[in-house]
């Protein structure tokens, strides 16, 4: 019996963590620089140098890619709130200010144009409002003890307004004081 000739071809390995995050990476990237509307499947695979196939044995469709891609985001957010959260020495407001100092550290760079792209698709995007709702849903009831006043609700819906004036390009007056005042607030006594 003859033995099998030997492989001449070049087999990539399979790097299946290597690839879906390029894939998300891509599509965030795509979305930034040129919109949601942009954001195909044949777009992201072309990008990230995988096939459809490959793509969609990822990600089944364009929604889950994009579902995964804010889910990426809120993973991040979740990070940097949590070593917001362990960095404060008071534990009454702290999910707040953690909250409010992610929001005016936003530079325009980075995340925050993907955060922007998919901010404003989240609003008309049943998908991605739901993802939001969720995440806002599980983060008040995780810090309803030491969060769960009227006062500290109404400083992190300021904050959302001030997100979203910066994801719409409205100037925000004396920007700074308002963090201040904002802040000073989470650690009024009725807060």
Same mark, same amino acid.
Do not use: C
């Given at each position: 019996?003859?033995?099998?000739?030997?492989?001449?071809?070049? &087999?990539? #390995?399979?790097?299946?963590?290597?690839?879906?995050?390029?894939?998300?990476? *891509?599509?965030? #990237?795509?979305?930034?620089?040129?919109?949601?509307?942009?954001? $195909? !499947?044949?777009? !992201?695979?072309?990008?990230?140098?995988?096939?459809?196939?490959?793509?969609? *044995? *990822?990600?089944?469709? #364009?929604?889950?890619?994009?579902?995964?891609?804010?889910?990426?985001?809120?993973?991040?957010?979740? &990070?940097?709130?949590?070593?917001?959260?362990?960095?404060?020495? +008071?534990?009454?407001?702290?999910?707040?200010?953690?909250?409010?100092?992610? %929001?005016?550290?936003? +530079?325009? +760079?980075?995340?925050?144009? %993907? =955060?922007?792209?998919?901010?404003?698709?989240?609003? $008309?995007?049943?998908?991605?409002?739901?993802?939001?709702?969720?995440?806002?849903? @599980?983060? /008040?009831? &995780? *810090?309803?003890? $030491?969060? @769960?006043?009227?006062?500290?609700?109404?400083?992190?819906?300021?904050?959302? @307004?001030? =997100?979203?004036?910066?994801?719409?390009? !409205?100037?925000?007056?004396?920007?700074?004081?308002?963090?201040?005042?904002?802040?000073? /607030?989470? &650690?009024?006594?009725?807060?």
């Amino acid at each position: 019996m003859e033995a099998a000739p030997p492989e001449t071809g070049y &087999r990539r #390995k399979k790097q299946p963590e290597i690839v879906h995050r390029a894939l998300l990476d *891509h599509t965030a #990237k795509l979305a930034v620089e040129h919109g949601l509307a942009a954001v $195909t !499947v044949q777009a !992201v695979a072309e990008a990230a140098g995988v096939t459809k196939g490959g793509l969609l *044995h *990822h990600f089944p469709s #364009k929604q889950a890619l994009i579902n995964a891609v804010f889910a990426d985001l809120l993973e991040a957010l979740d &990070r940097q709130l949590d070593a917001r959260i362990a960095a404060d020495p +008071e534990p009454n407001g702290a999910f707040t200010r953690a909250y409010l100092d992610s %929001v005016f550290a936003i +530079e325009p +760079e980075g995340y925050a144009a %993907v =955060w922007a792209a998919l901010a404003i698709s989240m609003l $008309t995007d049943p998908p991605l409002r739901q993802l939001w709702a969720d995440w806002v849903a @599980g983060r /008040q009831a &995780r *810090h309803r003890e $030491t969060d @769960g006043s009227l006062t500290l609700a109404a400083i992190r819906l300021a904050a959302d @307004g001030i =997100w979203l004036a910066d994801l719409t390009g !409205v100037t925000v007056e004396e920007r700074a004081a308002m963090r201040e005042v904002l802040l000073r /607030q989470t &650690r009024a006594r009725d807060s």
